[in-house]
Protein backbone atom coordinates (compact mmCIF):
# COMPACT_ATOMS: atom_id res chain seq x y z
CA UNK A 1 0.00 0.00 0.00
CA UNK A 2 1.23 3.31 -0.79
CA UNK A 3 -0.14 7.07 -0.14
CA UNK A 4 -0.68 9.38 -3.07
CA UNK A 5 0.82 12.55 -2.96
CA UNK A 6 -1.15 15.72 -2.61
CA UNK A 7 -0.38 18.30 -4.68
CA UNK A 8 -2.60 21.08 -4.27
CA UNK A 9 -6.06 20.09 -6.21
CA UNK A 10 -4.29 16.85 -7.21
CA UNK A 11 -3.38 13.13 -6.04
CA UNK A 12 -0.61 12.20 -7.17
CA UNK A 13 0.95 8.88 -7.76
CA UNK A 14 3.93 7.78 -5.30
CA UNK A 15 5.51 4.98 -8.09
CA UNK A 16 4.69 3.81 -11.42
CA UNK A 17 2.30 1.00 -12.85
CA UNK A 18 -0.53 0.81 -15.06
CA UNK A 19 -3.20 2.38 -13.24
CA UNK A 20 -6.69 1.03 -12.25
CA UNK A 21 -9.23 3.40 -10.27
CA UNK A 22 -11.35 2.09 -7.76
CA UNK A 23 -13.11 5.40 -7.01
CA UNK A 24 -15.23 7.44 -10.36
CA UNK A 25 -16.04 10.78 -10.85
CA UNK A 26 -18.21 12.83 -8.31
CA UNK A 27 -16.84 9.95 -5.67
CA UNK A 28 -16.47 11.44 -1.61
CA UNK A 29 -12.80 12.09 -0.85
CA UNK A 30 -11.20 11.17 2.40
CA UNK A 31 -7.61 10.69 3.54
CA UNK A 32 -7.07 6.77 3.67
CA UNK A 33 -9.51 6.26 1.19
CA UNK A 34 -8.55 3.50 -1.32
CA UNK A 35 -8.29 5.58 -4.59
CA UNK A 36 -6.86 2.56 -6.93
CA UNK A 37 -4.54 0.19 -7.59
CA UNK A 38 -1.25 0.74 -9.62
CA UNK A 39 -0.25 -2.74 -11.47
CA UNK A 40 3.49 -3.47 -12.14
CA UNK A 41 5.67 -6.56 -12.25
CA UNK A 42 2.63 -8.70 -11.49
CA UNK A 43 2.16 -6.78 -8.26
CA UNK A 44 -0.92 -4.79 -7.38
CA UNK A 45 0.21 -1.42 -5.07
CA UNK A 46 -3.14 -0.12 -3.61
CA UNK A 47 -2.58 3.57 -3.46
CA UNK A 48 -4.75 5.47 -0.62
CA UNK A 49 -5.68 9.25 -0.20
CA UNK A 50 -3.56 10.88 2.34
CA UNK A 51 -4.86 12.86 5.07
CA UNK A 52 -6.32 16.29 4.41
CA UNK A 53 -8.10 14.76 1.24
CA UNK A 54 -11.52 15.97 0.88
CA UNK A 55 -14.26 16.99 -0.97
CA UNK A 56 -14.82 15.24 -4.44
CA UNK A 57 -12.79 13.92 -7.12
CA UNK A 58 -13.30 15.67 -10.36
CA UNK A 59 -11.55 14.06 -12.68
CA UNK A 60 -10.21 10.82 -12.41
CA UNK A 61 -7.06 8.73 -14.64
CA UNK A 62 -7.96 6.75 -17.17
CA UNK A 63 -8.30 2.98 -16.35
CA UNK A 64 -5.44 1.41 -17.90
CA UNK A 65 -3.45 4.49 -18.34
CA UNK A 66 0.79 3.73 -17.66
CA UNK A 67 1.23 6.38 -15.31
CA UNK A 68 4.43 7.74 -14.16
CA UNK A 69 5.97 8.96 -11.11
CA UNK A 70 3.80 11.85 -9.69
CA UNK A 71 1.18 12.32 -12.83
CA UNK A 72 -1.94 13.45 -11.26
CA UNK A 73 -4.44 10.32 -10.56
CA UNK A 74 -7.73 12.65 -9.03
CA UNK A 75 -8.02 15.91 -9.33
CA UNK A 76 -10.23 17.11 -5.94
CA UNK A 77 -12.85 19.60 -6.01
CA UNK A 78 -15.32 21.81 -4.14
CA UNK A 79 -18.79 19.21 -3.15
CA UNK A 80 -21.41 18.04 -0.94
CA UNK A 81 -19.21 15.72 0.66
CA UNK A 82 -16.21 18.57 1.19
CA UNK A 83 -14.35 17.46 4.36
CA UNK A 84 -16.06 14.59 5.09
CA UNK A 85 -14.29 11.98 6.75
CA UNK A 86 -16.33 8.22 5.84
CA UNK A 87 -16.28 5.98 8.23
CA UNK A 88 -14.20 2.78 7.03
CA UNK A 89 -16.69 0.20 5.88
CA UNK A 90 -16.16 -3.14 8.30
CA UNK A 91 -14.16 -6.03 6.19
CA UNK A 92 -13.10 -8.08 8.40
CA UNK A 93 -15.40 -10.67 10.21
CA UNK A 94 -14.29 -8.90 13.80
CA UNK A 95 -15.64 -5.91 12.58
CA UNK A 96 -18.66 -7.07 11.00
CA UNK A 97 -21.51 -8.39 12.95
CA UNK A 98 -21.76 -11.80 14.23
CA UNK A 99 -22.30 -14.18 12.30
CA UNK A 100 -21.28 -13.17 8.99
CA UNK A 101 -18.62 -14.44 6.51
CA UNK A 102 -16.25 -12.26 4.48
CA UNK A 103 -16.14 -13.50 0.84
CA UNK A 104 -12.61 -12.76 -0.59
CA UNK A 105 -10.90 -12.43 -3.38
CA UNK A 106 -8.33 -15.77 -3.86
CA UNK A 107 -6.59 -13.36 -6.90
CA UNK A 108 -5.49 -10.39 -8.31
CA UNK A 109 -7.67 -9.40 -11.11
CA UNK A 110 -10.86 -7.44 -12.12
CA UNK A 111 -14.33 -8.31 -10.32
CA UNK A 112 -17.23 -8.44 -12.15
CA UNK A 113 -20.42 -8.90 -9.92
CA UNK A 114 -23.07 -9.64 -13.45
CA UNK A 115 -22.28 -11.70 -16.11
CA UNK A 116 -22.32 -9.47 -18.55
CA UNK A 117 -23.24 -5.75 -18.88
CA UNK A 118 -26.78 -5.98 -20.21
CA UNK A 119 -27.69 -8.80 -16.89
CA UNK A 120 -28.59 -7.94 -13.07
CA UNK A 121 -25.98 -8.85 -10.73
CA UNK A 122 -25.25 -12.15 -9.55
CA UNK A 123 -26.03 -11.25 -5.78
CA UNK A 124 -26.88 -7.70 -4.73
CA UNK A 125 -27.86 -7.12 -1.21
CA UNK A 126 -30.39 -8.67 0.55
CA UNK A 127 -30.23 -11.95 -2.09
CA UNK A 128 -30.52 -15.23 -0.92
CA UNK A 129 -27.80 -17.87 -2.21
CA UNK A 130 -27.65 -20.91 -2.33
CA UNK A 131 -24.21 -22.99 -1.46
CA UNK A 132 -21.29 -23.24 -4.02
CA UNK A 133 -23.42 -20.28 -6.28
CA UNK A 134 -21.43 -17.99 -8.27
CA UNK A 135 -21.84 -14.17 -6.49
CA UNK A 136 -19.44 -12.94 -8.71
CA UNK A 137 -16.27 -13.38 -11.17
CA UNK A 138 -12.96 -12.26 -11.57
CA UNK A 139 -11.00 -11.69 -14.86
CA UNK A 140 -7.23 -12.90 -14.75
CA UNK A 141 -5.53 -12.29 -18.29
CA UNK A 142 -9.30 -13.03 -19.97
CA UNK A 143 -9.62 -16.22 -18.10
CA UNK A 144 -12.72 -15.86 -15.66
CA UNK A 145 -12.55 -17.60 -12.27
CA UNK A 146 -16.08 -17.68 -10.24
CA UNK A 147 -16.45 -16.66 -6.78
CA UNK A 148 -18.96 -19.26 -5.14
CA UNK A 149 -20.62 -18.96 -1.88
CA UNK A 150 -19.08 -21.18 1.10
CA UNK A 151 -22.58 -22.04 2.49
CA UNK A 152 -26.17 -20.90 1.78
CA UNK A 153 -27.10 -17.64 3.20
CA UNK A 154 -28.18 -13.83 2.06
CA UNK A 155 -25.92 -11.35 0.82
CA UNK A 156 -25.72 -8.57 3.77
CA UNK A 157 -23.43 -6.45 1.93
CA UNK A 158 -21.48 -5.82 -1.00
CA UNK A 159 -18.06 -4.08 -0.37
CA UNK A 160 -16.61 -3.72 -4.14
CA UNK A 161 -18.16 -1.99 -7.67
CA UNK A 162 -18.73 -3.82 -10.64
CA UNK A 163 -15.37 -3.87 -13.13
CA UNK A 164 -12.88 -2.82 -10.33
CA UNK A 165 -9.22 -3.97 -9.85
CA UNK A 166 -9.12 -5.88 -6.80
CA UNK A 167 -5.87 -7.62 -5.25
CA UNK A 168 -6.07 -10.92 -3.41
CA UNK A 169 -7.26 -10.86 -0.19
CA UNK A 170 -9.36 -7.88 -0.69
CA UNK A 171 -13.09 -7.92 0.47
CA UNK A 172 -15.98 -8.56 -1.53
CA UNK A 173 -18.96 -9.38 0.17
CA UNK A 174 -20.82 -10.11 3.80
CA UNK A 175 -22.49 -12.91 3.69
CA UNK A 176 -25.21 -13.96 6.79
CA UNK A 177 -25.12 -17.81 6.40
CA UNK A 178 -28.55 -19.71 6.55
CA UNK A 179 -29.95 -23.49 7.60
CA UNK A 180 -29.24 -25.81 9.75
CA UNK A 181 -26.70 -24.95 12.12
CA UNK A 182 -26.50 -21.57 11.70
CA UNK A 183 -27.94 -18.95 14.75
Given at each position: ??E???????LQ????G??????????P????L?????Y??G?????????????VA????EAG??????A???E??EG??????E???P?D??E??????????E????V??RP???S????A?G??VS?H???????VMK??N??R????G?IER?L????????A?D??L???PS?????
Amino acid sequence: MAEAVKSGQALQTPTVGTWQPRIGRGAPLAGGLVLGALYRAGEAILVVAPEGAGGVAVKVAEAGAWVEYGASLVEMGEGAFGGLQEEPIPTDEAEASPGIKVLRAETDGTVYLRPDPASPSFAAAGTEVSAHQTVALIEVMKTFNAVRSPVAGIIERVLVDDAVAVAAGDPLLWLRPSGPGTA
